[in-house]
């Protein structure tokens, strides 16, 4: 690809920010609250074990029409039977996902808001000089939800079918391979950056404002690759408008078995993950936690999501508030490192 060509790709990356990828998340539209309600002395100070007394409120850090939301909407009625109480799906898309961050963090600690957050939560703290919230300090975890890996895919007309493939393109032609990533510091931009520093090669990233916009830009030849979560990859994949040449996880997907691992091709080690998981912000009484925390762990183990979301590559995991916490300090500290390697800054 051409510098002409490369620079009208980060283009269509600016201009397509908006777009959904309606082929793959064709879900109809969840309700949205206004405005974040104000905090008041009663509210603040409810009595926890009368929890739930209103409808629930679940903050989501992306617009409508991503795996977020398709999360969302796949847990919320499975919370909605669990707590007895509606649950109310807020998109607060913006500032990857610092917006929906601070709201929640700013929210009334009394378990009726709380967030779904992803790897950007914590992986924002070393990505940008300024967040206006501590993912660590400000949040009380409640539980890792779901695990889903990428999948290296490239347009059909790549001449590459295999990883070795696309090192030896890039190799051969430093600088002309162009990736498209759901924007700065995504769990695809960190996992090109990553396979950039195993490999060696010299790649173009081209981000886009959403996974769905940056996707269709492959399908539709103009930037070369992607590494695409799988549950937004695995129709496209299946329909052939893709080629996908190794999954990003260290073990490989029952829906594909025959797709070797990263790790596999010749980078051992090599492992990213997506994930989705449930926090409130801090203070929020521990009975509630648990109730929450018992109330996610029931929804994720639903035979319904295990069916749809696992067939596509997702874990179902429902863990504890204190593995989720371990959890995101380990994450934080693995992609501080790539982060800082790489010089990526998203500011």
């Known amino acids: 690809m051409n510098p002409s060509r ?17 082929t793959v998340l064709a879900l109809p539209a969840a309700p949205v609250l206004a405005q974040a309600p104000a905090k008041t002395a009663s509210t603040a100070s409810a009595d926890p074990t009368a929890w739930p007394t209103r409808p629930l409120r679940m ?5 409508p029409g991503g795996p977020s939301d398709l999360i969302a909407r796949l847990v ?41 957050a992803n790897a950007g939560f914590v992986i924002n703290s070393v990505l940008y000089s300024k967040v206006p919230y ?43 391979v ?16 990553l396979f950039q520093q195993l490999s060696g090669t010299e790649m173009i990233h081209v981000p886009f404002k959403g996974g769905g916009p940056a996707l269709a830009d492959v399908m539709g030849g103009q930037t070369q690759a992607i590494f695409s979560i799988s549950v937004t990859s695995y129709p496209i994949i299946k329909s052939g408008r893709v080629r996908a040449l190794a999954v990003t996880s260290l073990k490989r997907l029952a829906a594909f078995p025959d797709l070797p691992t990263v790790s596999e091709s010749g980078f051992k080690g090599y492992e990213v993950t997506g994930w989705f998981g449930f926090v409130a912000p801090v203070k929020t009484p521990r009975s509630v936690v648990q109730r929450l925390n018992a109330a996610v762990v029931q929804s994720v183990r639903m035979p319904e ?7 596509q590559g997702a874990e179902l995991i ?16 693995k992609w501080a490192k790539v982060i800082r390697q790489a010089g990526i800054k998203a500011d």
Request: charged residues 15%.
């Open 59 to 63: 903050i989501v850090a992306s617009a």
């Open 178 to 193: 162009a990736v498209a990533s759901a924007g700065s510091g995504s769990s695809g931009h960190l996992a090109l950056a």
């Open 318 to 333: 429902g863990s504890t508030p204190e593995a989720f916490g371990a959890y995101l300090k380990s994450e934080q500290a």
């Open 6 to 22: 490369l620079r009208a790709a980060a283009a269509r990356g600016a201009a397509l920010g908006g777009a959904t990828l309606c």
């Open 134 to 176: 501590d993912p660590i300090r400000e949040f009380t975890p409640i539980s890792l939800a779901v695990s889903v890996p990428n999948i290296l895919v490239v347009h059909p007309a790549v001449p590459a079918k295999t990883v070795a493939d696309l090192v030896s393109l890039a190799k051969a032609k430093p600088g002309t």
């Open 305 to 311: 999501l295990q069916e749809r979301l696992g067939n």
């Open 76 to 116: 919320g009625p499975q919370l909605t039977d669990a707590s007895g109480q509606p649950v109310v799906i807020d998109h607060r898309s913006g500032a990857n996902g610092m917006i929906a961050g601070e709201l929640t963090a700013r929210s009334d600690p009394d378990g009726h808001t709380f967030l779904l």
